[in-house]
């Protein structure tokens, strides 16, 4: 067990990952930036938008983070491990939001929940297919959602996830979906990726 914690880096990298997600709800709550979009012609965007990838990364570098040879002989259940870890880097970031949205009563932090669930979902499943390209999918998600999300300057298509606010029920259920979908093909392939 030690082994397979010190293999992963759990302690150093997602506890860095944890950290900064709860600088970033801290922080950012409020702020916006000026981003470019081709669906309308000007777009503030929520900074908290690109905060889910700080623990979807951070996920991947210790899911990625592996000694094959001895995993593939072990007799350590290794898919079951890699799936607690999941649950604990998700409880932990719903932890700090659900701390963020007591103290502050915004509903950002609430979005910054569910949009982390989301993307960890799909930088999960993405991984089981691409391996290392599973954060790549993630933030290409983020980025098209930005680019062509906007049905008008505040207002997203509603396949548009991530922007969408807290009341959209469809978004929640999409990121459960997402989340349930990409455990599930993590802890189908644990042992399989290179």
Known sequence: ????????????????GLVLIAFAAALFTDVSAPLVSWTVSHQTVPVLTFAPLILAATLALCLE????????TSIRPVPILDTLLITTALAGTLAITGVGYLLTHADEAL???????????????????????GIVVATGWVLVVILVGHRTPTEFFSWAVTGLPIGAWHATIAAVVAITLGVLLTYLTARKLP
């Open 1 to 16: 067990m030690i082994l397979w914690i010190r293999a992963r880096r759990v302690a150093a990298v997602l506890g860095t």
């Open 65 to 72: 983070s592996r000694l094959p040879e001895a995993e593939l």
């Open 111 to 133: 979005v910054l929940a569910r949009n982390t669930v989301f993307l960890t979902g799909l930088m999960l499943a993405a991984r089981s297919f691409t391996a290392r390209g």
